[in-house]
C-alpha cells in the first residue's frame, strides 16, 4: 500500500462513524463502472421494499431459513437442495 494511501485511511479513521461510512460508499460507488450516486440511491430504493418483504417472510414462517453451513454444502454440490 502507498504511503498516501496509509495516510488517506489514518485520517479517514479519525472521522465519525458517520462520515466514514460515506467516505466507504463513495469509493464502494468508484469501484462500480456506471452507477454513481444517484443510481446507487434508486437502486437502494428499490430494493429496501424487496427486502422488508422478504424479513417479513421470514418472520411470519411463510418461508424456511437453513443455516449457512447446509446452503454452503448445497452450493457445493455437497447437499441437495430441500423440496
Do not use: N
Not at 489514518?10 to 466507504?24: G, N, T, W, Y
Not at 449457512?68 to 441437495?80: C, L, Q, T, V
Amino acid at each position: 500500500m502507498s504511503e498516501s494511501a496509509q495516510q488517506l485511511i489514518s485520517s479517514a479513521l479519525q472521522l465519525p462513524a458517520s462520515d466514514r461510512a460515506e467516505v466507504v460508499d463513495a469509493i464502494l460507488a468508484s469501484l462500480q463502472p456506471g452507477i454513481d450516486g444517484d443510481s446507487a440511491a434508486e437502486i437502494q430504493d428499490a430494493w429496501t421494499p424487496e427486502i422488508r418483504s422478504r424479513i417479513d417472510d421470514i418472520d411470519s414462517g411463510r418461508v424456511k431459513t437453513i443455516p449457512s453451513a447446509e446452503a454452503w454444502k448445497m452450493i457445493d454440490g455437497e447437499a441437495e437442495l430441500p423440496d
